[in-house]
């Protein structure tokens, strides 16, 4: 028996990096997964064949998280699939462009904030819906980023979309409790991904990235995955609202030289 036998995940941006681990150990304890993917819906099939060849059941779904619509029509078609979510991680976004606040074009700005925080409002709000009707309970997981509160110079679209992300987590903790639909956010440092590829390409990169970090190594997917399906299962009933940090104590070095 896994630990969550029986019951429907979406996973959106679930073709690569956390959402891809995260729907992989999700299907290895018994959820049918749902893995949403925006442009590479290749890599997706590879998420989806990989849980399949497993004797776990998952589908893939095209969905821009931040189009109504189209997030919509995802939920729909899930659902007549693999049946109600029940489970709801929102991975899907995009990293900070870079660029300061006085160099940055409405554009980019507009476009990091709906994917990386509309996108999860819409998500999560045909989430709550469907459950409401059928007086079910849940959990969604939002995936947010310790760069919410360690801002970074270039990153204002991201970590005001990060930002923004954790207190929607806890404003609907709130409003859902009473509906037994827990809401929680992880908070990742450094983990090896896509995003990431500049540090998985250049060793030199990552090795000074590593000087800052007490743990002493950058963090893989597969651990931000195992405590997703932790805060998805019945052992983490009673935890919500909360923002779980996982950066191997890299956001503790902020105030070290104040």
Same mark, same amino acid.
């Given at each position: ?138 959990? $969604? ?5 310790? *760069?919410?509160?360690?801002? /970074?110079? =270039?990153? %204002?679209?991201?970590? +005001?979309?990060? @930002? ?40 030199? $990169? ?5 000087? *800052?970090?007490?743990?002493? /190594?950058? =963090?893989? %997917?597969?651990?931000? +995955?195992?405590? @997703? ?30």
């Amino acid at each position: 028996m896994g630990l969550l036998d029986g019951r429907v995940a979406l996973v959106t941006g679930g073709e690569s990096g956390i959402g891809a681990a995260t729907a992989k150990a999700l299907a290895a304890e018994g959820a049918a997964v749902a893995i949403t993917f925006y442009a590479d819906a290749a890599a997706a099939g590879i998420v989806r064949d990989g849980i399949v060849d497993k004797s776990g059941k998952a589908m893939t779904v095209h969905a821009d998280v931040g189009d109504e619509a189209l997030v919509e029509q995802a939920f729909a078609a899930v659902t007549a699939e693999l049946g109600l979510p029940d489970i709801l991680i929102n991975s899907a976004g995009l990293n900070m462009s870079g660029v300061t606040v006085a160099d940055m074009d409405l554009a980019q700005w507009e476009r990091l904030i709906r994917t990386d925080l509309t996108g999860a409002f819409l998500t999560s709000r045909a989430f709550v819906r469907g459950l409401r009707e059928t007086r079910r309970p849940g959990r $969604i997981v939002n995936i947010s980023s310790i *760069h919410s509160v360690a801002v /970074r110079y =270039g990153g %204002a679209d991201y970590c +005001a979309a990060k @930002a923004g992300l954790d207190s929607l987590t806890r404003t609907m903790a709130v409003e859902c409790g009473p509906m037994r639909i827990g809401v929680n956010a992880i908070a990742p440092g450094m983990i090896l991904t896509p995003m990431n590829r500049e540090a998985e390409v250049h060793p030199q $990169i990552l090795a000074e990235a590593r000087e *800052h970090i007490p743990w002493g /190594r950058a =963090g893989e %997917a597969e651990e931000v +995955a195992t405590l @997703a399906v932790y805060l998805c299962s019945d052992k983490a009933e009673y935890i919500t609202g909360a923002i779980l940090t996982i950066d191997g104590g890299l956001t503790l070095e902020q105030a070290l030289g104040a």
